[in-house]
C-alpha cells in the first residue's frame, strides 16, 4: 500500500532551493550514524538528508513531502533503543539538532520554552543554575527534549516526579500535512478540546514534529541525599520496594542494581563503585526542602530495608560519593554493551509489586536458554530495563534465542498485568510485542488516529500501529 | 448529515430485554434532570433513558446504537457548566450513577480501581481514611469520578498538584462501536503506543464511555494550613501572585475572592466567613509532613503580601475557621447563582501572571456593558470562574449582551495568551469561542479524531468539535 515516490533531481533541487547547497545530503555524504539508533536493530540510510533551522522550514518540506508522497523522519540525537527514527522507507530524513536554542525562561510562570533539539543535560543545567528544577531523568543525558517527548520518557525519578508528559505545558506542531498548530501553552490548566498535546507525547515521531516546547518547571529542591542498601540477594532487594511505597514514604528514586552490573561499570569507567561486596543493592534518593524531614524519611525507610534482611546502608551524602554512585549508574547500558558483541532490551512495565517476580523468572530465562542475561531499572516505578547479550552466539542462534526469550518474557508481562514498554517507545522493534497485548480494536483505533493526522502515512510510517 | 434513527418500539424492547423494564424510562417517566445540566443553556430530553450496571450491558447497548445509527450520551451527576451531557439530538441516555462502587484499594501500588458513577466526596473521604490522597479538588464534590475524567477538571490543588488527568493510571473504556478496550493500568510509567487514555480524558463523553478507573494515590500530607489574606483591591491581591510563585514557594492552592462575592455566599448559608471587611481576599493553603517547613513556607508568603500592600494576615488553623472558609468558598457558585435570575460563566484560563490584567478588564466590562460579572477562581493556576448576571434584562437583551461580553472576554483572554477553558470544558455552549482560538487545522484534526473513535458519529454528538 504504500507506493512512496522515489526521490529524483527534482525533489532534491526543491529542498537545496529551501535550504542551500551546505545543508542537504545525499549519498556518501550522509554519515551512517543516520541509518540507525543505539540499539533498534534495523537500519537504513534516509535518501536525503537535510538540517533545518526552523518551524518554517519544517513546515515547508513536510507540504512538499505530503503533496508528492515523499516519506519523512525526523530524527534528534538518535539514542532510541527501538529504530522509532530509522527511515525503514528511505526518504527525506530531517536532522532535528540544529534548532537547539533555550528560548525563555518564564519564571512568574515558571515554564521554560525551547528548540526541539535542547539536550537534557542542558535543561537541567541551565534551570538549576536559575534554582528551578525539570525533575524528568532519563539516564541518556543525550538525548534530545524532543525525542523524550516522543517516547513519554520516564527516568529515575517517576517515582515521586512523574514522567515527561507531566512536564509538558505546550507544544508547537507541524502536521504530516505541513500545517503548523500549537497545542497547549504557558497555561497550567487547559480543557479546550481534544488533548492533542498528550497524543503527540509517547508517539515516536508518528503523528508530528514537534518544533517548539513549552515545560514545567519546579523550584529546586534545596536538599537530596542518597541511600546505597546492599541485600544478600536481589530478590529480598527488589521485595523491599512494596514495603517502602506502602509506609507512605515516597522517595525521589528507587533503583536496584546487581554485583554484575555494578562490576560490568567499574571495568568500563575504570572508576570504583562505594560497594561491591553484595549480590545486590538498592540505590535510593530521597529530596526536599527540610534536612528534618529528609532525615526522617530515610531513616524509616532504612529500618524498614533492614528488617527485611538488608546488609547495610551507606549513606551517599559526599560530592565524591556520589559522583562514583551515579556515574556508574549513568554507565550501566553503556557498560553491559561492552561486555558483550550483541544485545537487545525488553523495557517493560509491571506493577511495582510484580517486578520481584519478574526478574526471578528472567533468573529461570537465563538458565533455561543458557543465555546471560542483565537487568537493571527503576524498582519504585516498575520499569525494568532487561538487557539479553549475544555473547559467543552465532547470527542466526542468536536471532532465534533472542526471539524465544523475549516472547517468554513478554509474555509474562502480560501475566502480570505489565505493559510493553515503560519509557523507550514501541517504535519499530517491539511492534508485534505490542500487537500481542493489545484488543485488536486498541490497534485498529491506534491505525485510525494515526490516518487522523497523516491521511497519506507518509511521516514516520512502518513505526507504533503499522 | 446526521440521519439518526428515530428510536421505535422495537429499540425500547430491545433494551427492555437486557435491562428489565423497571430500568428503562421513557415519556413522563424520564425526570426533566436529565434534559439539562447545571449551567449549559440548552436542554433536551433523551428519548429513552437507561440505567446501566455493568461494562457489558454499556457495551451491548453501544453495539446496538452503533449499528442502528442511534445517538447515545452517557451522563454522570449531571454538574457540568457547558452542556456537554445534554442529548442535543435525542436518542439514548446512560445513566451511569449506579456504576458507583469502589472496587480496590491497592496500597503497595498506590491505586484505587473504581466504577465510573463513584462521586468525587466519597473518594477523598474513602482515601483519607487510609492515610492516602487523590489531590484533584474541583469544588463540585458530587460530581462523578468520571464526570471529572472526561472535564479533565483541575480543582483548588493544581497548583502544586496538578489536574485529574495526571491521577489517571488506566482506563476501561467502551468505544462507540461497543467494543471494549483497557488503556494504561497499574503501572507508573507507560510508553506502549499512542496515549488513548490521555485523549479519553478531557473529551467530553465524545470519543468512549469510561467505565472502570484506576487512579493514582499518594500519601496524605500530614499538617495543612490556609491563610487568608486581606487586601485593599484585587488587583494588588493578584497582582502578588506572580511574586510568590516567583519566590519559589508552591502553595498548594491560591484562591482570590471578592467581597461581594463572600457576602454572597454569607447570605447564602447564612454563616458568617471570618473577614468580610476588606474588598478583596487571597486564600493560600500549604500542605507537607513538617511543621517547620510548613511554617517557614507560609511565613514567606505572608511577607511578600505584606510588602506587596496585604492589610493583614490572618492563619486559619482551628477546624472552626477551616469549616467557616471552605464551605464558603464551597459554595460561592451557588451563591452567586442564587443572587441573580440567570447567569452564565467563562472559564478561561491564562497564563498565572496575567490573571491581574483579564481581570481588570472584566471590571471595565462590567461599566462598559452596565451588566453585573462576579468572579472567583484559582488564582495560582490562572484558571478563573467569570460569571455574567442577567439580573432584571429580559431575555432578548440578556442574550444579546451576554454574547458581547463573553465575545470580548474571549478575546481578552486570546490576546493574554489563554484558553476558553481551564477546567470545564467546550461541550455545547464553548464550541464557537473555540473554533475563534484555534487554527482550523487544529479543530479540523479533531474532527479526524473524533471520526477515528466513532465513524458513525452516534456518541454524544454536537459536542467539542463539531
Known amino acids: 500500500m504504500n507506493n512512496y515516490k522515489t526521490l529524483d533531481a527534482k525533489d532534491r533541487e526543491f529542498l537545496v532551493s529551501l535550504l542551500g547547497e551546505e545543508r542537504v545530503y545525499t549519498g556518501e555524504a550522509i554519515s551512517d550514524d543516520f541509518s540507525h539508533d543505539e540499539l533498534g536493530g534495523i537500519s537504513r540510510l534516509p535518501d536525503v538528508l537535510v538540517d533545518v533551522l526552523s518551524t518554517d522550514e519544517v513546515s515547508k518540506i513536510m507540504s512538499y ?7 519523512v523522519v525526523a530524527r534528534g540525537s538518535g539514542t532510541g533503543l527501538v529504530g522509532a527514527s530509522v527511515p525503514i522507507f528511505g526518504g527525506i530524513m530531517l536532522n532535528m539538532c540544529g534548532m537547539n536554542k533555550i528560548l525563555e525562561l518564564d519564571e512568574e510562570n515558571l515554564t521554560l520554552t525551547l528548540e526541539p533539539g535542547v539536550l537534557l543535560m542542558e535543561i537541567s543545567k541551565y534551570v538549576e543554575e536559575h534554582d528551578l528544577f525539570y525533575p524528568p531523568d532519563p539516564g541518556e543525558k ?8 516522543n517516547t513519554n520518557a520516564g527516568g529515575m525519578r517517576a517515582v515521586k516526579y512523574g514522567v515527561t508528559r507531566d512536564y509538558i505545558r505546550g507544544l508547537e506542531v507541524v502536521l504530516p ?3 503548523v498548530i500549537n497545542v497547549g501553552g504557558k497555561v497550567v490548566k487547559n ?6 498535546k498528550d497524543l503527540i507525547c509517547g508517539s515516536e515521531g508518528t503523528l508530528g514534529i514537534v518544533t517548539k516546547v513549552i515545560l514545567k518547571l519546579i523550584p529546586l529542591p534545596k536538599k537530596a541525599i542518597s541511600l546505597l542498601i546492599p541485600f544478600p540477594d536481589l530478590d529480598s532487594a527488589i521485595s523491599t520496594v512494596p514495603k517502602i511505597i506502602k509506609s507512605k514514604s ?39 526542602n527540610s534536612t528534618e524531614e529528609l532525615e526522617k524519611d530515610y531513616e524509616k525507610v532504612a529500618n524498614i530495608c533492614l528488617v527485611e534482611g538488608a546488609l547495610d546502608a551507606f549513606i551517599i551524602d559526599t560530592d565524591e560519593r556520589k559522583e562514583a554512585v551515579w556515574s556508574a549508574r549513568g554507565a550501566f547500558l553503556e557498560a553491559v554493551k561492552a561486555s558483550t558483541t550483541d544485545m537487545d532490551e ?12 519478574f526478574i526471578k523468572y528472567t533468573d529461570l530465562l537465563q538458565e533455561q536458554f543458557n543465555v546471560r542475561i542483565r537487568s537493571f531499572g527503576h524498582a519504585g516505578d516498575g520499569n525494568l530495563h532487561v538487557y539479553v547479550l549475544k555473547d559467543e552466539l552465532s547470527d542466526e542462534a542468536w536471532k532465534i534465542k533472542l526471539a524465544e526469550v523475549f ?12 505493559l510493553v514498554s515503560g519509557e523507550h517507545g514501541i517504535g519499530y522493534a517491539k511492534k508485534g510485542y505490542m500487537f500481542d497485548q493489545y484488543e485488536p480494536d486498541y490497534v485498529e483505533l491506534m491505525r ?8 497519506k502515512n507518509i511521516l514516520n510510517p512502518g513505526k507504533v500501529c503499522e
Chains 1, 2 share one sequence.
Open 65 to 71: 513531502a505530503n503533496e508528492n508522497n515523499i516519506p
Open 142 to 149: 543525550s538525548a534530545t527534549i524532543a525525542g523524550n517527548i
Open 177 to 179: 500535512t505541513g500545517k
Open 191 to 196: 480543557s479546550s478540546g481534544y488533548s492533542v
Open 250 to 288: 515516597i522517595p525521589t528514586a528507587i533503583e536496584f542494581m546487581q554485583r554484575e552490573v555494578i562490576l560490568a561499570a567499574e571495568e568500563f569507567l575504570g572508576k570504583k563503585f562505594p560497594d561491591n561486596s553484595s549480590d545486590a543493592y538498592l540505590l535510593l534518593t530521597f529530596d526536599g
Open 346 to 357: 525488553c523495557d517493560v512495565v509491571v506493577p511495582r509489586n510484580r517486578v520481584a517476580e
Open 407 to 418: 516472547e517468554a518474557m513478554y509474555r509474562k508481562s502480560r501475566d502480570l498485568h505489565g
Open 448 to 455: 485510525n488516529i494515526k490516518l487522523a493526522f497523516d491521511p
